[in-house]
């Protein structure tokens, strides 16, 4: 089946530092999703990319969704204590009779240090 | 926030016991999804319902069964709870199955002892 590997699980970083994270699928995507969780909170959609090549900004957000569709990142610029929490990225494949599947990754926890 | 509302939000029970978990949306969203956090193993789809009395299984569906009497409410029920379902539980909710936006609820901490 589908998997999705999000890499790093783990980032401390000083603040105003910038941050990146990384998600791989083994097989190619229709869309790739991401959620942000705070923590004690529930996960909250970001975005949704769908195009091969897609680079989508919000504020000091940026998405990037790569040109075989089977990758993509989350960079954040200047990190701030406000951006603790945990990204998720979720993939979606097409899995035949007009079904997609969607698969999280395991997420990666983004500590702040002020 | 999309108006989801999960109950209860924490429960402790013992081993044996049966719980259930209720789900409950005003959205009108035809899909219903329960998933389970656990440390370490993200998000994992236990079921998920595309109508009423219309439900089918996930990843992780062994011990758990779920009901959809109305649009509005989905219920999840561990029939005999077991140490290993102590987690976290969200329900949540979308316009479109597996490729739209997936609105979550505040999770039902579960812990079974």
């Known amino acids: 089946g589908q998997q999705v590997m999000q890499i790093p699980q783990y980032q401390h970083v000083q603040e105003g530092e910038d941050f990146t994270t990384y998600c791989n699928s083994s097989t190619t995507l229709s869309n790739i999703q991401w959620y942000k969780q705070r923590p004690g909170g529930h996960p909250v959609f970001l975005i949704q990319?769908?195009?091969?090549?897609e680079v989508k900004k919000q504020k000091r957000l940026t998405f990037q969704f790569g040109e075989a569709k089977k990758n993509s990142s989350l960079h954040i610029t200047a990190t701030q204590t406000t951006d603790v929490g945990t990204y998720f990225c979720?993939?979606?494949?097409?899995?035949?009779?007009?079904?997609?599947?969607?698969?999280f990754g395991k997420g990666t926890k983004l500590s702040v240090i002020p | 926030d999309a108006g989801i509302t999960q109950s209860p939000r924490h429960k402790v029970t013992e081993t044996g016991t049966p719980v259930t978990l209720r789900c409950h949306q005003t959205e009108n969203h035809r899909y219903m999804y329960w998933y389970r956090q656990d440390p370490g193993h993200g998000l994992r789809l236990i079921h998920y319902s595309y109508g009423v009395k219309d439900t089918d299984k996930g990843e992780v569906s062994d011990g758990y069964s779920v009901s959809r009497s109305k649009t509005e409410d989905f219920l999840l029920t561990l029939e005999s709870a077991t140490s290993s379902q102590t987690s976290v539980y969200f329900c949540?909710?979308?316009?479109?199955?597996?490729?739209?936006?997936?609105?979550f609820g505040e999770g039902s901490r579960l812990t079974v002892l």
């Open positions: 979720a993939g979606i494949s097409y899995s035949g009779a007009g079904s997609y599947q969607l698969t």
């Open positions: 990319l769908v195009k091969s090549g």
């Open positions: 949540a909710i979308s316009v479109t199955h597996n490729t739209g936006e997936l609105f």
